[in-house]
């Protein structure tokens, strides 16, 4: 939910915020923008659409300053147009900022400051911000750190922002609330992003500044960070993991195929040094500490939104089945105003990707404040979730950059199963000997999924069928049928075709009346309790001339019959089903996204990291 990046140093500042740009697109792609300052000079260029774009207009213009600052931006107040680009400069063109997040109370401060004489330009919120720092700096003649300090006393909402201006051209201005910032530590010279990403090839020492905090770098004197109230505070520099070559494409057409087939690798890193399923055991080191209190929460409540929100409702299946813990699946948007109960004893469990997405951190607070133990389940390495919960587990998916989620939700899936299987097996509430399958089947999962993977050009065959068709329906039962939400979901996000997700036995109450001959059914079909229902069902959309692709499991012949293709999964236990039967699903909507000529890692409209309501 917008990109943003700055740089102070000795290099050129423009290749570097450009190439973080790119980096950082995955996060919105309505416009791009960046403002260097060369002698004195404050050159700000932006454009409507993507960084590419970008670079075509600033073309043959001068670009030699070694300060700047650079924005991709997801439009929330505002068309997506050259004029709402950011950056966004003051009245007198001596500040200029890009930011991420909203402004809240953009227009009480835009009234005041219009009679105050300002003159606006734009639609957005974060215009009023640059104007109301001008404003003060110009009534109180403080410096542009302090001016941007009193600003932001004054301002309700999310902000991460990154500020510079040509009358103090040697320093950065840089500040944060409920949106992230990084600032990477290079030798004399200093990167600000959003994320890691674009840092990572340059430093791999970085300092994540902290809500209501703001940084002053300055090109001689090095940074410095402060509270919103004025008290300093030391940086604490950390030190990435992450490995550059995670963020190319590595030969893959784009990174959605290139993450799909990094799932065996992904989940095997998941395991590591956590599940042994030889000697029989399974721990998660991050929630070692309060694994009692798991053990005997009241209930655990989950919050999630998107793709993780489908794997918070595989998850109640794995709890309440293995370790017997009743389980509330909650979308996190709707958690935080539903006024709901929530006791000292429940357990909450915040699953996000990017450990970023707004209203799943509003959620959360909202439940520690009510005396709840949080823990999260996230993939982005230090992001914000990480670090307000109690506790959690990292999925270690790796870098995620493709916007429609698949390895982050597969490996989403394997963390939660390996959390019930491990609070199941300290309440008593799993038998050995099925708690011995089950670490068996989770350890299987890495070479079951490179076998599935084989099938790739066969579902590539199946998908170029319904390419073109209008609806599509995913059904599954059990823990299944999330999958069938998810599938629906992953075909309606990156190929635009309309799809839903429903309980395979729900489907007789409506979108049975859906179906005729040009309606593609996909059926999650596999052996386990509930085979013989599925069957039933399908029998049903049969009869009505539903186009049937049903996931079966590997020799399956009664399914084969009646569908019209089938995929075949390794036998498995039921219980690693819905991680083994995602696969399919991604490969059918990314070969249908692609025969359709659409955006498949940047799908319109959509950002990965939601960083807004
Ligand atoms: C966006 C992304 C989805 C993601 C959702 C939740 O909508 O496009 O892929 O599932 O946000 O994000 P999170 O980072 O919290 O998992």
Redesign the pocket.
């Not at 999630?304 to 993780?308: I, L, P, V």
């Not at 699953?351 to 997405?357: A, D, F, L, Y």
């Not at 959509?606 to 939601?610: H, R």
């Given at each position: 939910m917008c990109g943003i990046v700055g740089y102070i140093g000795n290099k050129k500042a423009y290749p570097i915020l450009i190439k973080g740009l790119s980096r950082l697109e995955y996060r919105g792609y309505d416009s791009a923008g960046v403002a260097l300052l060369e002698d004195g000079k404050l050159n700000v260029f932006k454009r409507q659409g993507k960084v590419l774009d970008l670079t075509n207009f600033v073309a043959d213009n001068p670009t030699n300053g070694t300060v700047g600052i650079g924005h991709t931006r997801w439009a929330t107040h505002g068309l997506p147009n050259d004029i709402n680009a950011h950056p966004h400069t003051s009245g007198d063109g001596s500040i200029t900022l890009v930011h991420n997040g909203i402004i809240e109370n953009y227009d009480i401060l835009k009234k005041e400051l219009i009679k105050r004489g300002h003159v606006f330009k734009s639609e957005t919120d974060t215009e009023v911000l640059v104007h109301l720092i001008e404003d003060i700096k110009e009534k109180s003649g403080a410096s542009l750190a302090e001016s941007v300090r009193i600003a932001l006393n004054e301002v309700h909402g999310a902000y991460a922002i990154v500020v510079i201006s040509p009358e103090e051209p040697n320093k950065i201005i840089a500040a944060k609330k409920s949106s992230p910032l990084v600032i990477g530590m290079g030798e004399d010279e200093y990167y600000l992003a959003s994320d890691a990403t674009p840092i990572i090839e340059y430093t791999k020492n970085v300092v994540y500044l902290e809500d209501e905090q703001i940084a002053i770098i300055d090109r001689y004197n090095g940074l410095r960070i402060f509270s919103i109230s004025n008290k300093e505070v030391s940086p604490y520099v950390q030190e990435l993991e992450m490995q550059l070559e995670e963020l190319e494409k590595g030969g893959y057409e784009h990174f959605m195929l290139k993450e799909i087939y990094e799932q065996p690798r992904a989940i095997h890193d998941s395991f590591r040094g956590r599940l042994n399923a030889k000697e029989g055991w399974v721990s998660l080191g991050g929630i070692k500490d309060y694994e009692d209190q798991i053990a005997k929460a009241n209930r655990i409540i989950i919050i999630?939104?998107?793709?993780?929100w489908h794997a918070a409702l595989v998850a109640e299946y794995y709890f309440e089945d293995l370790a017997r813990i009743p389980v509330e699946v909650e979308y996190a948007s709707e958690f935080r105003y539903r006024n709901p109960i929530i006791r000292k004893d429940d357990v909450v469990i915040a699953?996000?990707?990017?450990?970023?997405?707004a209203d799943?951190l509003a959620a959360l607070k909202m439940a520690k404040e009510q005396g709840a133990t949080l823990l999260g389940i996230v993939n982005v390495v230090g992001s914000t979730i990480s670090r307000v919960t109690d506790a959690g587990s990292y999925t270690h998916a790796g870098p995620e950059i493709g916007?429609?989620?698949t390895k982050?939700f597969t490996t989403q899936l394997v963390l939660l199963a390996m959390m019930a299987l491990s609070i199941g097996k300290k309440r008593g509430t799993i038998e050995d000997k099925k708690f011995q399958t089950l670490l068996d089947e989770m350890e299987a999962l890495p070479s079951k999924i490179e076998q599935l993977l084989k099938s790739d050009d066969y579902i590539r065959e199946v998908s170029a069928i319904y390419k073109d068709a209008p609806n599509a329906l995913y059904l599954g039962r059990g823990s299944s049928f999330p999958i069938a939400l998810e599938g629906a979901l992953k075909l309606k996000e990156i190929s635009y075709i309309h799809a839903e997700g429903y309980p395979a036995a729900e489907m007789k109450h409506g979108p049975i009346a859906l179906i005729d001959e040009n309606m593609p059914v996909f059926v999650i079909a596999t052996q386990g309790q509930n085979y013989e229902k599925v069957v039933s069902n399908i029998q049903e959309v049969k009869a009505r001339k539903g186009k049937l692709i049903a996931i079966v499991s590997k020799g399956d012949t009664t399914v084969r019959e009646i569908a019209d293709h089938v995929i075949e999964i390794p036998n498995s236990d039921e219980f690693v089903v819905p991680i083994l039967a995602t696969i399919p699903f991604q490969l059918i909507s990314y070969h249908i996204a692609v025969m359709r000529e659409c955006n498949v890692d940047q799908p319109r409209n959509?950002?990965?990291?939601?960083t807004v309501e």
């Open positions: 999630a939104c998107g793709t993780s699953i996000s990707q990017s450990g970023e997405t799943t916007v429609a989620s982050a959509l950002a990965k990291s939601v």
